[in-house]
């Protein structure tokens, strides 16, 4: 099968790992843990491709991808997204970045710059009684400071430091590795043996394809995987990874230096992230994975109006205090499927002894393991069953990649004859994984193995 260079450029390629389970967590890190996820790596995601793949709980950690089983976690992830055009600020949150900037500027360039550039009493008010986000934001930033004369000097005032950021291409540079070294042994505590410069590359150094979606009346929204850089006085002291997708800002991971670790870099972070998702016009911002049981994860719920996805119908749900409740009253939630059981918000009723599926049975599964296909369809929230595979996906007709070669899956030998419920070939694992994705990304992607 020979694609042109246009239709293969226009693929996205995968390479399915299957449904995996464990019983360890980086969050609870219970004797008790248990965690399930379909896995998936890839070198190269069209920013579309994984567009539809967090829409659909997807998250992506370097190549690899991942989607959690929230219902058979010992800690449920909820994709976690902020409408930035409706964002309400907290107070907590302007006073870190009022004082940051008044660090930045610092009282001498502050009383300076209020006596050569006096507000007038209409901008004083207007000043207290509006948040302007994208002021607030970048009024410290070095490129956005008046510097008016000095009349004893001649020359301008300068604030105390100097603070840039800027959205850099996702290469390897010493100066990043050097920052992400020190956030790893000092706030992770990681031995040094574990960081090293191959460990950032494959984490955070290997994203999305950048590119520029144009606009017929001119000007783009970039596209891919971004570096947002902090600078103070000429030297990086945190770093943001930020996918920009064409409807969001998708926060991947904050690193920052020990010496800022008192300036809260994740509110000053997330500001400047919500306010670059308004500015470029990507409408709303993923803050990746809400985990309720994590106390760490609450904070993304401060940022308003935040929405979860319902891990079974892929509605989103306005993370208000009603949702808060049942988060709190249990250990799994789908609203969709307790609104058509009519539970109440804060019962202590179990969400599975409410389901079809009775404890006994669900314990069952647990124990298959991921032999079992249904493990990763019949019995997993928001995955297609197979039956739903067979009736809406020409499994066959999905393009596949050997080597330098493109064909098509039922032309491989034995394909007629293979089981779609098997995992142990190629069809199973391909129909386990169409179940994950959904028929729309089949059509426009292709798997990928080596020989």
Known sequence: MQLS????????????????????????????????????????????????????????????????NSRDSC??????????????????????????????????????????????????????????????????????????????TKEPIEPEHRFEVTLEPDNFTEEKYALYANYEKNIHHRPPSKVTRNGFRKFLCSGLKRGVQNYEEGGGKRLGSYHQCYRLDGRLVALGVLDLLPDCVSSVYLIYHTSVIDWNFGKLSALQEIALTIEGGYRFYYMGFYIHSCAKMQYKATYHPSYILDPETYAWDLLDADVLARLSARKYVSLSRERALNIPTNSLFSFLQADALTTATFSAELAMGPEAFKQASDYVNGIMTADEVHEKI?????????????????????????????????????????????????????????R
């Open 5 to 68: 260079p246009a239709d293969e450029a226009r693929l996205s390629y995968f390479t399915p790992l299957g449904y995996q389970v464990s019983n360890q967590c980086g969050y609870c890190h219970s004797k008790k843990a248990s965690s399930a996820c379909s896995w998936a790596s890839s070198p190269s995601v069209h920013v579309s491709h994984y567009q539809s793949l967090v829409n659909r709980g997807w998250r992506r950690s370097g190549t690899q991808f991942y989607k959690p």
């Open 75 to 152: 800690c449920p992830h909820y994709t976690i997204r902020l409408d930035a055009s409706d964002f309400k600020s907290t107070k907590d949150q302007r006073q870190a970045v009022n004082r940051w900037n008044q660090y930045i500027l610092g009282q001498d360039y502050r009383q300076k710059a209020a006596r050569l550039c006096p507000k007038t009493r209409q901008e004083k008010k207007w000043r207290r009684n509006h948040f302007d986000l994208g002021e607030l934001a970048h009024e410290a930033e070095y490129k956005n400071v008046k510097r008016p004369t000095s009349r004893l």
């Open 394 to 450: 020409d499994l066959g007709a999905w393009k596949i990649a050997l080597g330098s070669k493109v064909t098509l899956l039922r032309n491989l030998v034995g394909w007629e004859d293979s089981e779609m419920t098997n995992i142990y070939n190629i069809k199973g694992l391909a129909a386990e994984f169409a179940a994950c994705i959904g028929p729309e990304l089949v059509k426009e992607t292709c798997i990928k193995w080596s």
